[in-house]
């Protein structure tokens, strides 16, 4: 099977695909008969770009907003079906995270830390890895998107967009009940509501819980999740509180390995060659705090948040020409805690200079500590998952452990100035100081120290980022800008607590990157679009390598990513909504002399990275309306890829399909929704433990849900 296979169950999505989409285009007239309805709203400001809130028609960047709202119409409930539309963005389900993980790839580059994740306005993960496995789309008020770095608001954490999950605020909730049911082994349960209130503090709670089975065998997943806000307005200010719990129990699948320049046909599709007591479990627990407080030289924002995340991972993946006949040992896996704890301070002051010029200051520590013990054996397995063996049966090799201490401290400002009504300027610096330490240790079965080693690595340098907004026209709410912004940003070497112990510590990664774009609005707010052309030089990419035969993270030299995006969105009324999309991205290496595993040097110059399409596009129709039938489509389209660093193996193009169908009434909202209708199975993450092993699309999904109002 290639890995551009269909199953053959694929003949049912494609003739719903003309179904679904001829009732959508029927409905068509019904929309235009109601064109008197109320113009389509989008938010005004955008959070995640600066310390200030900025009308998003003058943000000097590309930025998209995806309100809560639309994910409940399009019946979103994971990342990537609720960034499916945004210009540019394609987010991999899965990976070495488990089945609730995901691999968002943006500007097309395709690493675990190379954007940011934050979540209520603090960096989810910390100075360590986007926690993704842990996110939770419930009750959600919007997410925003900005493409590329922010080098001032949150220092040495991203480059290639930041991805802002906003939960609707203390007191504001949905307020609603939800159950869903469907296939394969799929059913959830969510609670949102408001809390009575507690003199002057507002309360919400929303309570969820789900247990997913995936088409690869063996796979699934159980997860509770509780959020609880509390917001009040008191004589010191704006106050604020949120506990967030999340107990995460995951089965997970194998990755398929390449062999030569294609999937290889030894491993069956779906095969799990992980041991049959093969986990994932995380819980996690967040606490947030702020304070915003009026003085008399301004504003006060403070921010504080402490989490702690503990796993218990085991797994195992098939050793490069592996065996097939369940005698020879041909995989390598380990039984692995990992802990991690991460602290996030933000202070600042805010305030107007003049009727013009506003101006921030401020000081933040995102500072985290990790550890992970590991087990680390080697078993015979058959590649079909027959006779797999339990991890408890198999002798134990080696011992290792790995300790990590970084702390990412930062001095900063921003200035924005409104000179006149038709331009906007924004310029930030900061001083950044990182300081990490690590430890790491590989002992024998018989405890005696065999390999390890510490490392401390101090880095102060300066980072920031100027653009400006111009108005090209303007009457009243439609609008033509023209945006140009430069940055300037860098982020110590990732650390993923993989079961190896690599006590060296990588260099610091560091881009700069200009955009250049323009964005409208017409017929008060109906038609949205946005374009932009960026590039960005990059310098030592963290990738996973294969080092002496084992997996291992190495800088990549020198790297250029350019392309542009654009996205536009059309209510051709209140209730029915077009949206489009198209990003061309050119991501390649421009100096990587790469050491192959016989000690030969590859020069990868102008290959273009692994698992980055160049041409992504989406199409999605919406129709919504207050009272009576709803329903959606998504259609994306990724381009050709490669599957390996000398672009000698093909990933051709593909594309997806999602729908759905529902009636609302006031009392109720049922909805059947599908993904992946067209059953695509092709490669969408490549493991960074297993060599030249690749994380399938899972299958087909049907769900059918009700919520009723509370």
């Given amino acids: 099977m290639t890995a551009s296979s269909v199953l053959p169950s694929h003949t049912i999505a494609r003739r719903a695909f003309p179904l679904v989409s001829a009732g959508l285009i029927s409905l068509l007239p019904v929309a235009a ?24 028609a003058v943000v000097p960047g590309m930025v998209s907003v995806v309100s809560g709202q639309d994910l409940a119409n399009r019946g979103a409930r994971d990342l990537r079906s609720a960034l499916a539309l945004v210009g540019g963005v394609d987010i991999a389900p899965g990976g070495d995270a488990g089945p609730a993980g995901s691999a968002p790839g943006l500007w097309g580059l395709r690493e675990a830390d190379a954007f940011l994740l934050v979540v209520d306005g603090v ?12 996110l939770d789309l419930t009750n959600i008020d919007r997410i925003e998107v900005l493409r590329g770095a922010a080098p ?18 203390a007191g504001k909730s949905s307020e609603s009940f939800t159950l869903s049911g469907g296939t394969p082994g799929t059913a959830s349960a969510a609670w949102d509501l408001n809390l009575p209130a507690w003199g002057k503090v507002a309360q919400s709670l929303s309570v969820n819980g789900e247990r997913r089975s995936y088409s690869q065998d063996d796979a699934s997943l159980q997860r509770l999740h509780a959020l609880y806000r509390a917001a009040a307005s008191l004589p010191i200010g704006r106050v604020r509180f949120d506990l967030e719990l999340t107990a995460l129990h995951q089965s997970p699948y194998s990755p398929h390995p390449r062999e030569g320049s294609a999937l290889t046909t030894r491993f069956p599709l779906d095969a799990n060659v992980n041991p049959r007591d093969a986990r994932q479990d995380l819980n996690r627990g967040q606490f947030n705090a702020g304070l915003e407080h009026n003085t008399s030289f301004g504003q006060w924002t403070t921010t504080v948040s402490l989490a702690r995340t503990t796993q218990q991972n085991t797994r195992g993946y098939l050793r490069p020409d592996f065996a097939v006949d369940g005698v020879t040992i041909n995989a390598d896996g380990f039984r692995q805690k990992v802990g991690t704890t991460d602290v996030y301070v933000n202070s600042f002051l805010s305030w107007a ?15 985290g500590h990790g550890r992970q013990t590991s087990q680390n054996f080697e078993y015979a397995v058959f590649p079909n998952s027959s006779h797999r063996p339990d991890s408890h049966s198999i002798h134990t090799d080696e011992f290792t452990s790995l300790e990590d201490t970084r702390n990412f401290s930062g001095l900063y400002s921003e200035l924005q100035w409104t000179p006149s009504d038709r331009s906007h300027l924004v310029a930030g610096l900061r001083l950044n100081h990182t300081t990490e330490s690590r430890t790491g240790s590989v002992r024998d079965d018989t405890g005696a120290l065999i390999d390890g080693g510490n490392d401390h690595l101090t880095k102060t340098r300066l980072a920031g980022s100027v653009g400006g907004t111009f108005t090209l026209w303007k009457d009243g709410t439609d609008y033509v800008n023209a945006f140009s912004d430069y940055r300037d940003t860098y982020k110590p070497a990732a650390i ?15 881009a700069q990157s200009w955009q250049l774009g323009f964005r409208g609005s017409a017929n008060e707010g109906r038609l949205t679009w946005e374009a932009s052309y960026f590039n960005m030089r990059f310098e030592n990419l963290v990738i996973r390598e294969n080092i002496g035969g084992l997996p291992a993270l190495a800088n ?8 542009y995006e654009f996205e536009t969105s059309y209510a051709l009324s209140g209730d029915l909504r077009v949206s489009v999309s198209y990003a061309w991205h050119d991501a390649r290496f421009t100096d990587y002399a790469r050491l192959r595993p016989d000690n030969s040097i590859q020069q990868l110059a102008g290959k273009r990275l692994e698992l980055s399409p160049q041409t992504l596009a989406a199409l999605g129709l919406v129709y ?8 959606s489509l998504t259609w994306t389209h990724l381009g050709s890829q490669f599957l390996n660093k000398g672009n000698s193996s093909v990933l051709p193009a593909y594309a997806t399909l999602a729908a759905g169908v529902g009636y609302r009434t006031k009392s109720w909202t049922g909805r059947l929704d599908g993904t992946n209708l067209t059953d695509r199975r092709d490669p969408a993450a490549e493991s960074e433990i297993g060599d030249a092993q690749f994380y399938r699309l899972p299958g087909r999904t049907i769900l059918l849900s009700v919520t009723r109002p509370l």
């Fill in 353 to 367: 200079i003049d009727p013009t010029l506003q101006a921030a200051l401020g000081a933040d520590l995102l500072s």
């Fill in 496 to 510: 993923d607590f993989g079961p190896e112990a690599e006590g060296e510590i990588l260099k610091p990664e560091t």
């Fill in 556 to 563: 990549a030299g020198k790297e250029r990513f350019k392309g």
């Fill in 33 to 56: 008969v109601r064109a008197d309805s109320e113009p389509f709203e989008l938010p005004k400001f955008f959070a995640t770009a600066t310390q200030l809130p900025t009308l998003i």
């Fill in 624 to 631: 919504s309306p207050t009272l009576g039938p709803i329903a």
């Fill in 152 to 169: 001032v608001m949150y220092g040495a954490t991203s480059f290639v967009g930041v991805i802002h999950v906003i939960h609707a605020a």
């Fill in 123 to 134: 960096p989810s993960g910390g100075a360590f890895n986007p926690a993704l496995a842990s």
